[in-house]
């Protein structure tokens, strides 16, 4: 369990807060979508939940961080690391070599996973990923999608409990995109590894994850299920986010006494939803 | 085509030990640099692009012995203008331009140049960056730290190369004459192109350096590296054909002509 | 304004990325290139400003054929908004790097000038700001601002609302949108977010694997669903929950449209 508690950070050389007073607790197991708009906190705070800050950036850190009970600021942020690893915004540069085996390796090799059980570990994660073919590729020729997965093949050999990941959709296609929540929500389910996400597609978030947290300047604006988020969606627009059309649909029909169900986060449930109406 | 590519394979040379395959590219090179005959160097380059083509490197090998060329070209004008043994071969006006000396010592260093350098370059065509750093590592004992930032400053640069095309066509597309035939004028307009390219290296470099650290980089030791890189037969036999190489080149400068 | 006739472009003949492709933009639309990443969209916005040039048939933009005219007189009236305003942003402060493209381009001082602070002014931009120390959402619109300053004839935009919020990229989108409506500037957008295009564009062309599958109104496209789904692109969700129920919906594409749809029917008698 990660917990977080009044936690504060402000970058060296900058007067504005970064982060400002959180407070939250993420379950193991949980799937947590965060969003925000541009400078509202989202990576500072994913920075914050290995060690990263205060240990890696310079600034002043406020409030505490622990991880299962350890305070992330009392041990070295590589012991966390192993325990919540994460795939940065910047999917090029955060690699560190330049054959997909090798990169996978990496982590497996300086972390001293005995050498016999590394090989087993590699195939199981390509398998995992459906990445099999990628073993001996070099990761300059591959597309982004892939990227993605190599680098969550990665961290996952490494055998987390909690994986946290900062837009890795951002560049992608509709269809890789949807293609990467599904493998983080088998993830999630079939091995219970907490699930962290950063992204701006909302959609994506409200048909895929448990909780979501929208950030606002620092703070935490919100943090519930998709739904309670839908169900006040004005609230949210000022923020610089958006809900699904489907979402907006449902919402206005409600408020219309149109339809008397529930606020819809899926064309699925809307489809549901009109058929009722239609019925 | 990049002429520095790993070029992936199964050949003899490819199954080298990367330590062997280092220093086999380095004695070659140091034995073309002790011989001091035209014939004998053309030779060295003649059998090193032969060489290659076991490893299906023929076509690379001549392109690349085509750039060093270029090199070659420079030292031999050099040396052309610059060395002044023997007698006049060139004299226009009363002034020697240049001699036979010079001609022979200019032909000399840059058919070397080119043979010393041949096999180091083909080197990235047979060698994987990693496995050369993680060789050195384990079987040298060479600290990964030093490794690391030689194998990531090369991984480096086809990223950055891509970044300063893309930043060059964003400047294109606001109107910046890059077509300019004055040199001049356009080196002062890629000038400006430095700023985004600086800020986005240091970022890169910056995320590079979190990325590797937070994947426990400071823990590794000589031993962790997975992958084992046993010397065998083929290491032996190759290191002494290099050696005889080295001490067959030696006697043969000492025999007097 | 821009014409592509049998456009074909590749690095190497094994791997065409463009096959054989042609087209024709009118002056004054808002079109929109969709498709899977690696489909073409990026290459056919760089070979309408010239940054590329096509390996068979011939570009021509504003009658000129890219072939035969500098990408430096190209880029006069026509501005390009990259993904990655970073690649773009090399002065010290906001005015000097909105001011860059103008002078670039040859314009006086006294209108430089002017032009800035207008533009400034629309932009809601401090003109002494460090740019590279703003958010990205600032940033891309500290690029776009630098691109209007030249008041373009064509706006060429390479998805543009990469890594924004959706306050930045309603802001961004908004202004495109005005500038089209307004001056008649033509706008070439590049994008796979399917919201964004149905918004935004009137037309939409749908490539795959470099080659067009489609072109015509915004609408007609949303629902060519055997189109869309051979390009590996979704709809839009209105236009795909309205799709699910065949003809009943037909006409259906916006939240008001809907509601309007279902009012209809539940003053039939049909809910509640």
């Known amino acids: 369990m990660i917990s977080v508690k009044n936690l504060g950070f402000v970058y060296k050389d900058s007067k504005v807060a970064a982060l400002d007073d959180i407070n939250i607790e993420i379950a193991d197991g949980d799937f947590v979508g965060i969003t925000g708009a541009s400078g509202a906190g989202k990576t500072t705070f994913t920075f914050a939940l290995n060690g990263i800050i205060p240990q890696k950036i310079k600034g002043d850190f406020y409030g505490a961080v622990t991880i299962d009970g350890v305070d992330t600021a009392e041990h070295p942020a590589e012991e966390f690391a192993r325990k ?7 999917i090029d540069s955060q690699m560190v070599a330049s054959v997909v085996e090798d990169e996978i390796l990496f982590g497996l090799e300086n972390f001293g996973v005995p050498h016999e059980e590394v090989g087993v570990r590699i195939d199981r994660v390509l398998r995992e990923l459906g990445i099999e073919d990628l073993r001996d590729r070099e990761i300059e020729g591959l597309s982004g999608g892939q990227k993605q997965k190599v680098a969550i093949a990665s961290m996952l050999a490494l055998e987390p409990e909690v994986i946290v990941l900062d837009e890795p959709t951002g560049e992608l296609d509709p269809e890789s995109s949807r293609e990467i929540f599904k493998i983080l929500t088998a993830l999630n389910k079939e091995k219970g590894i907490t699930v962290i996400i950063v992204e701006q597609k909302i959609m994506l978030l409200c048909e895929y994850v448990k909780h979501m947290m929208v950030l606002d300047k620092g703070k935490i604006a919100f943090y519930g299920t998709p739904r309670d988020m839908a169900a006040s ?32 986060l899926t064309v699925d449930d809307a489809e549901k939803m009109v058929r009722r109406i239609l019925k | 085509m990049n002429l520095l590519n790993y070029v992936p394979g199964d050949s003899f040379l490819h199954r080298l030990n990367p330590v062997t395959k280092l220093a086999a590219a380095f004695m070659y090179g140091i034995a073309a640099i002790l011989c001091e005959n035209v014939f004998a160097e053309a030779l060295f380059i003649v059998v090193m692009i032969l060489i290659s083509a076991t490893a299906g490197l023929f076509k690379r090998a001549v392109l690349l012995t085509g750039n060093l060329m270029i090199l070659g070209l420079i030292m031999f004008v050099i040396q052309l203008l610059f060395v002044r043994d023997g007698s006049p071969l060139l004299v226009i006006g009363g002034v020697v331009l240049f001699t036979t000396g010079g001609l022979k010592s200019a032909l000399l260093l840059s058919l070397r140049v080119i043979a010393a350098m041949l096999p180091l370059m083909l080197l990235f065509a047979i060698t994987r960056m990693n496995d050369l750093c993680n060789a050195l590592v384990k079987r040298l004992h060479l600290p990964y730290r030093y490794a690391f930032i030689v194998t990531t400053a090369f991984r480096f640069v086809p990223i950055f190369a891509t970044e300063f095309h893309d930043i060059q066509d964003a400047q294109k597309a606001r109107g910046v004459d890059f077509d300019t035939r004055n040199i001049f004028r356009k080196l002062g307009l890629i000038a400006p192109l430095c700023v985004p390219l600086l800020v986005s290296s240091l970022k890169k470099v910056d995320v590079s350096a979190m990325s590797a650290e937070m994947r426990g980089f400071e823990l590794r030791g000589y031993k962790s590296g997975y992958k084992e890189y046993p010397f065998a037969a083929r290491d032996m036999v190759t290191v002494l054909v290099l050696v005889v190489l080295i001490v067959a080149t030696v006697v043969l400068k000492t025999i007097p002509k | 304004m821009i014409r592509f006739e049998n456009v074909s472009f590749g690095y190497s003949e094994k791997r065409p990325i463009l096959k054989d492709i042609s087209f024709h933009i009118a002056k004054g639309d808002f079109v929109a290139l969709i498709g899977a990443n690696g489909a073409g969209k990026s290459t056919i916005s760089r070979l309408t400003n010239g940054l590329l040039h096509p390996t068979g048939g011939r570009v021509y933009l ?4 890219t072939l035969k005219t500098p990408s430096s007189t190209l880029a006069r009236g026509c501005g390009f908004l990259f993904q990655n305003p970073d690649r773009q942003i090399c002065e010290n402060t906001v005015k000097d790097e909105v001011a860059f493209s103008m002078k670039a381009q040859g314009w006086t001082e006294d209108r430089i000038k002017e032009r800035t602070e207008q533009v400034l002014e629309t932009f809601k931009l401090d003109p002494e700001w460090f740019p590279f120390s703003r958010s990205r959402g600032e940033r891309q619109r500290i690029a776009l601002a630098g691109v209007i300053a030249c008041e373009p004839e064509l706006l060429i935009l390479d998805e543009p609302t990469t890594g924004l919020d959706y306050l930045e990229c309603i802001r961004i989108m908004d202004y495109v949108t005005r500038l089209n409506e307004e001056k008649g500037v033509t706008a070439l957008m590049v994008s796979h977010d399917m919201e964004l295009v149905q918004s935004y564009a009137k037309s939409v062309i749908v490539l795959n694997h470099g080659e067009i599958l489609g072109q015509g109104h915004t609408k007609e496209m949303m629902k060519n669903v055997d189109v869309l789904k051979k390009a590996r692109v979704l709809p839009a969700q209105i236009p795909e929950l309205a799709l699910r129920f065949g003809d009943e919906f037909k006409d259906v594409f916006t939240i008001e449209e809907m509601l309007d749809a279902l009012r209809g029917r539940v003053g039939k008698g049909g809910a509640l």
């Open chain 1, 84 to 90: 919540v690893g994460e795939v940065f915004q910047d």
């Open chain 1, 233 to 264: 969606i004005d609230t949210f627009k000022d923020l610089g986010i958006n809900v699904p059309r489907v979402t907006e649909l449902s919402a206005d029909l409600i408020r219309e006494k149109i339809y008397d169900g529930e606020v819809t």
């Open chain 3, 62 to 65: 504003g009658g000129k054929d």
